[in-house]
């Protein structure tokens, strides 16, 4: 029980910095058995020290407890392949990090272990994910996963341009696409960056979009609903206006998931949603100046580059995010030693030691690591913006929870094939509504 | 059957045997496994359960695939047509021109060494409207041609032409070398004896070249028919099958069915859509070439 005591007189203090060996312990953290083997699957991000950082938390609980883990990564391109793959071929993982939809559609496959016993221990000395947060991992009442961070997108904009042309920073998406006509100076410099393309980068932001509309295309338990609204042709206006008026470069519709933040960062736009994935390569790229001169417009760079929320709607500011959390899968061959790692990463510690390394785009959502990384988030504007992810966020298919159904309606594109629709195929507005809630209503009818 | 004779078929048998494994391992069984599956309703992580030809029936009526069956036509017939008239050409040219002939094969032929990854990216950034990066951008408006970047790739069309460039690109070196071969096994009487007959150069191309490479142009344009028809890596790395839907072909809808939907049946059902019609082409080139030959 001294370990116990110390654990929790840790997570209290939430202190900085403190020493591994006291990581949580006692209650959460089952037995191991010396030369436990664990497979562990991680999310490798663009931010290369995170990647590290999680390899070497890893690492430092096999070395507490006389065991080996491999840490295999999945990239956001191929995780699905390489999950689909590992489920087919019955090769899964012993502990996996799982997105958004994850816990959702495994659990429904039967893939992953119920932990709503160990999920109740860890509350007790890590606490809890916020009530925004949590249902993503808890399937009809039972918990397949612990959620740890929340890897949200942001609205990226250039205050030095904003200031410039005396244009008011955007608090709603209506705000965004008037500052984007105003700074607007074709073809060197557009007012916004925003693509309907596969990626987070657009799918995300259109269930922002949607959400702040009070658009989702579930009830609050999960059940479809139709989203043929007048609510539904605001947001494909704007979705869609945005391309039609000429205030995004040409070829946005085209972008993959970096060209927006080559944009972006090449200053050939004032607005852009996307992770701080941007504030990484301004940091870097300062950290990495030559001389005076490159320094000096580095620093001016990453001073003037702000990340504010996504912008709201008239119903509110609803930012869709990524929510990562570890599964245990069910053919762990020691599922208490799979817990006892995941009770190691997840202490706030280990969080704290991960996110220092993550360069603001790892907001952690447990209380006390929440509590224990606040100093961090107190680094500037654009941190304490990213502090604050949790707040903001709502998962696939709110209002009602992440189900498998949700998850595959995202999956399908057919929340950013509509507007495109629209921009490409040149259908009308409420043309692409009705195609997308066919699809949508297809989808629940075989899996909602 | 004699003794001696039946000892050879044991032995026969026994050599023939590892690549009676491999064919039914690698080649039956999946197929096999594959047209079943797209009877079934199987869903990852899930059992599958036969559902007969409902598969086929939804994506008969599904708009999405309709536009796949359209563009995939679309790639591949531009795409191969374009393979046919530049390996002619490629040949040609290398049939006449002894000096450095072949360092110019071998030049020709390093899109078709190329990883197909990079050849994608490669093209991706040459169409790009990024400045300073777009190769055609930046050239059409140094020369002052265009004021600003041309957005090739976010139109259906350029999109298009942008993904059919780049597989025509790595694939016609393939037909170029395949047709010099054959135009090197034309005797060269044929060509002095249309030439003292007064046939222009045009003339003699028609009547005696292509005649000459007839059987391998078939071939080639059959078996290229197969590979671009199934070409998944050029269009997902440079356009991932939009913007929108307007270069999603057969592989890239597939992928995106079985491994984002998760829906494996009807993933593997886009892919057996195709069956058919290649069966088809290669039947009616099998019999082609067996009625020649016995000719």
């Avoid at chain 1, 557009?190 to 009070?214: E, F, K």
């Amino acid at each position: 029980m001294r370990d116990a005591r110390l654990s929790r007189r840790t997570f209290l203090t939430g202190a900085v910095g403190s020493s591994a060996l006291f990581a949580l312990a006692g209650p959460a953290a089952p037995a191991v058995k010396k030369g436990t083997s664990l497979r562990l699957w991680i999310l490798k991000t663009y931010v290369e020290p995170t990647n590290k950082a999680i390899e070497a938390s890893a690492s430092r609980w096999a070395q507490k407890h006389g065991a080996t883990v491999t840490v295999e990564y999945f990239t956001f391109e191929d995780m699905q392949t390489k999950y689909v793959a590992a489920i087919e071929n019955k090769n899964t993982p012993d502990v996996g990090q799982l997105e958004t939809g994850a816990p959702a559609r495994f659990a429904g496959m039967g893939q992953l272990l119920d932990l709503t016993g160990f999920a109740r221990q860890v509350e007790g000395e890590v606490g809890r994910a916020p009530a925004n947060v949590a249902p993503v991992t808890i399937i009809d009442g039972k918990t397949y996963a612990l959620p740890w961070y929340i890897m949200p997108a942001f609205w990226y904009v250039w205050r030095d341009v904003f200031d410039k042309h005396k244009v008011k920073l955007p608090s709603t998406f209506e705000d965004a696409k008037k500052a984007a006509e105003a700074l607007n100076r074709p073809p060197e410099f557009y007012g916004l960056g925003q693509s309907w393309n596969r990626t987070a980068d657009g799918y995300g932001v259109m269930q922002s979009l949607m959400y702040s509309h009070g658009v989702g295309w579930t009830t609050k338990d999960g059940k479809y609903q139709s989203i043929k609204t007048p609510k539904m042709q605001q947001v494909m206006k704007w979705a869609t206006d945005i391309y039609k008026e000429g205030i995004q470069p040409a070829d946005t519709l085209s972008w993959t998931g970096s060209q927006n933040n080559e944009n972006f960062i090449a200053k050939k736009i004032a607005q852009t949603s996307n992770g701080p994935s941007i504030t990484f390569a301004l940091e870097n790229a300062l950290a990495k100046a030559g001389d005076a001169t490159e320094r000096k417009k580095r620093e001016e760079a990453l001073a003037n580059h702000l990340a504010l929320p996504h912008p709201g709607g008239p119903d509110g500011r609803r930012m869709w995010g990524l929510a990562l959390s570890f599964g245990i899968f069910k053919s762990a061959r020691d599922p208490e030693a799979a817990m006892s790692l995941i009770a190691h990463l997840l202490s706030p510690e280990e969080t704290l030691a991960v996110m220092r390394e993550s360069h603001g785009q790892f907001t952690p959502v447990l209380d006390k690591a929440r509590a224990a990384t606040k100093e961090y988030f107190q680094k500037n504007e654009n941190y304490r913006t990213f502090g604050r992810a949790a707040e903001w966020f709502v998962g696939t298919g709110w209002p009602g929870p992440v189900t498998a159904a949700a998850a595959e309606v995202q999956a399908s594109n057919v929340l950013t094939d509509a507007p495109a629709k629209v921009i490409i195929d040149k259908w009308s507005v409420d043309q692409a509504i009705d195609w997308a809630d066919k699809k949508i209503k297809e989808i629940y009818a075989t899996l909602g | 059957m004699s003794r001696a004779g039946a000892r050879d078929s044991g032995t026969a048998l026994l050599f023939l045997s590892p690549l009676f494994v491999l064919v039914v391992g690698l080649i039956v069984y999946p197929f096999c496994r594959a047209i079943w599956l797209s009877f079934t309703d199987k869903l990852v992580g899930y059992p599958e359960r036969f559902v007969g030809l409902r598969n086929y029936l939804y994506l008969l009526q599904d708009d999405g695939f309709h536009a796949v069956v359209r563009n995939s036509l679309v790639f591949t017939v531009a795409s191969v047509g374009l393979k046919v008239l530049t390996g002619l050409a490629m040949a040609l040219v290398l049939s006449v021109t002894w000096r450095w002939r072949n360092f110019f094969r071998g030049l020709f032929l390093l899109p078709w060494i190329t990883s197909t990854v990079i050849i994608a990216l490669t093209w991706r950034w040459m169409f790009d409207s990024f400045p300073g990066r777009g190769f055609f951008n930046s050239v059409l408006m140094d020369l002052g041609l265009l004021r600003s970047p041309m957005a090739l790739m976010a139109t259906a069309e350029g999109a298009m032409f942008a993904v059919v460039v780049a597989n025509w690109w790595r694939g016609f070196p393939f037909f170029g070398v395949s047709y010099l071969a054959a135009m090197q096994s034309i005797p060269l009487e044929l060509y002095e004896a249309a030439s003292i007959d007064g046939a222009s150069l045009w003339r003699r191309f028609w009547h005696v070249t292509l005649p000459g490479v007839k059987h391998v142009v078939i071939v080639t344009v059959l078996l290229s028919f197969i590979w671009t028809i199934n070409d998944f890596n050029i269009v997902y790395v440079m356009t991932r099958g939009g913007p929108g839907t307007a270069t999603q072909v057969f592989a890239t809808y597939s992928y995106e069915v079985a491994f984002n939907q998760l829906r494996w049946a009807r993933g593997v059902t886009v892919s057996i859509f195709l069956v058919p019609l290649l069966v088809a082409g290669i039947a009616l080139l099998s019999r082609y070439l067996l009625r020649q030959e016995n000719a």
